[in-house]
């Protein structure tokens, strides 16, 4: 069993700063990429930002220069560091990761719960 567990979301003003955390915890082998999503109210789940396991990052236009994804594989966790942030940020973030499980190996693609970001003033 592997789960992934975010950390870091709250209420902060147009232009400040929020740093999340995803731990991932179980049964874990290796964790090939990583990534975050998020869902705002009445809309679909989109990317926001994802790195392999060899660090190569992606990032969603709507954050390109504004947001930094990074990991710590020695703690099986991601982070996603957001500056400037908007109202239209606002949304639950979803961590994701690409699990191979210890034996008898699996592959698995896990979600978080979730972590709510507002921004407003």
């Known amino acids: 069993q592997v789960q992934l567990v975010e950390s870091g979301g709250g209420l902060v003003q147009p232009g400040g700063s929020l740093r999340l955390s995803c731990a991932a915890s179980?049964?874990?082998?290796?964790?090939?990429?990583m990534g975050w999503y998020r869902q705002a109210p009445g809309k679909q789940r989109e990317l926001v930002a994802t790195i392999t396991n060899n660090d190569n990052t992606n990032y969603a236009d709507a954050v390109k220069g504004r947001c930094t994804i990074s990991r710590d594989n020695a703690k099986n966790t991601v982070y996603l560091q957001m500056n400037s942030l908007k109202p239209e940020d606002t949304a639950v973030y979803y961590c994701?990761?690409?699990?191979?499980?210890?034996?008898?190996?699996?592959?698995?693609?896990?979600w978080g719960r979730g972590t709510l970001v507002t921004v407003s003033s």
């Open positions: 179980g049964s874990i082998f290796s964790i090939n990429a």
């Open positions: 994701n990761a690409a699990v191979m499980t210890t034996p008898p190996y699996r592959y698995l693609e896990i």
